[in-house]
């Protein structure tokens, strides 16, 4: 049972490009929150999506941009990337809103901006 | 707002207790996690407990859920040097959707 998978697991972007991270959800899951985890940080949370629609919103600039597709699978962007965006995006999948099983997450794309 | 704190880094010799602190602020708070980070991987769920619980039990890992002081702790018994990782605590409150993480507590196991 194919767990959560993100793609690219690396990546190096020069100032003011855009960005586009994917992910695919654990099998059975139907909801994809992202967040972003800057170096010795907690991960901060960016949106959530469940039926094709951002469902909540963290506190994010609207550089940052979702979307879900039918499949469940989601993609992050990022526009006018700055320093300030290098961190880890960390996809997180669950089946609904969070409960006992909290979520699954997947290793992260790993962004440097230069 | 949801806010969630931790130390920082905790040190401990092999064979012996862990017990890694966490406070939080919102008081609708319905369940709270604890999930594992090694290096260069994503988190990994380790337990939950809802917060109508006290205390949870599961194998070497014992929950324990102080709602009144909002402070939630995680101990692992016996220690061993493959619990050498970052340990975030991490709550849902009611009426959101998302989850909120702490800043992490850094557990280094000694041989």
């Known amino acids: 049972d194919a767990g959560v998978t993100q793609s690219p697991t690396h990546l190096i972007k020069t100032r003011g490009q855009q960005v586009t991270l994917r992910c695919s959800p654990k099998s059975g899951h139907d909801t994809v929150s992202w967040y972003q985890q800057a170096l010795g940080q907690g991960p901060q949370f960016i949106f959530q999506y469940y039926e094709e629609e951002e469902r909540q919103r963290g506190n994010f600039p609207d550089r940052f941009s979702g979307h879900q597709f039918p499949n469940y699978s989601s993609e992050l962007n990022v526009n006018a990337l700055l320093l300030g965006d290098s961190a880890l995006y960390l996809c997180?999948?669950?089946?609904?809103?969070?409960?006992?099983?909290?979520?699954?997450f997947g290793s992260g794309t790993r962004l440097t901006v230069v | 707002g949801e806010d969630v704190e931790q130390s920082l880094f905790l040190s401990v010799r092999e064979g012996d207790s862990s017990v890694i602190n966490c406070t939080y602020t919102d008081s609708s708070s319905t369940y709270l996690y604890w999930y594992k980070q090694e290096p260069g991987a994503g988190l990994q769920l380790l337990t939950y407990i809802f917060s109508n619980m006290d205390m949870k039990q599961d194998q070497r890992l014992t929950v324990l859920l102080n709602k009144k002081d909002k402070h939630l702790s995680l101990r692992i018994a016996d220690t061993q040097t493959g619990d050498s990782a970052i340990y975030f605590c991490?709550?849902?409150?009611?009426?959101?959707?998302?989850?909120?993480f702490g800043t992490g507590t850094k557990l280094q196991v000694i041989p």
């Open positions: 991490a709550e849902r409150a009611g009426g959101y959707q998302k989850v909120t």
């Open positions: 997180a999948s669950s089946l609904g809103i969070p409960g006992t099983g909290g979520y699954t």
